[in-house]
Nanobody, 121 residues
Framework: QVQPVESGGGLVQAGGSLRLSCAAS????????MGWYRQAPGKQRELVAT???????NYADSVKGRFTISRNNAKNTVYLQMNSLKPDYTARYYC???????????????WGQGTQVTVSS
């Protein structure tokens, strides 16, 4: 199986920055898309940003110009640099990857446990 593990969340004041990291481990054969989603209390999980193995990125309109996603394919790691944070960005941030495991060679979605980001006003 493939297991993404997030780190880097925390409490920050509005206008501050945080950098999230997610390392995928396990019986990884290949990972195509990696990315971040978030879920605030009482709301549905929503896309934040994704990046393909080739480096193509996609961002939610609400974070364009503030967040930057990047990845290290050799380390199966994805990062999210979050700048100019707003209280509205308070949520649990989940790492996502679209991977293939050596165990069955079937592509499927994998999710981390999430890391809490709290932005105070």
């Amino acid at each position: 199986q493939v297991q993404p593990v997030e780190s880097g969340g925390g409490l920050v004041q509005a206008g501050g920055s945080l950098r999230l990291s997610c390392a995928a481990s396990g019986t990884i054969f290949n990972i195509n898309v990696m990315g971040w989603y978030r879920q605030a209390p009482g709301k549905q999980r929503e896309l934040v940003a994704t990046i393909t193995r080739g480096g193509s990125t996609n961002y939610a309109d609400s974070v364009k110009g503030r967040f930057t996603i990047s990845r290290n394919n050799a380390k199966n790691t994805v990062y999210l640099q979050m700048n100019s944070l707003k209280p509205d960005y308070t949520a649990r941030y989940y790492c996502y990857c679209d991977g293939v495991s050596y165990t069955n060679y079937v592509r499927r979605d994998y999710w981390g446990q999430g890391t809490q980001v709290t932005v105070s006003s």
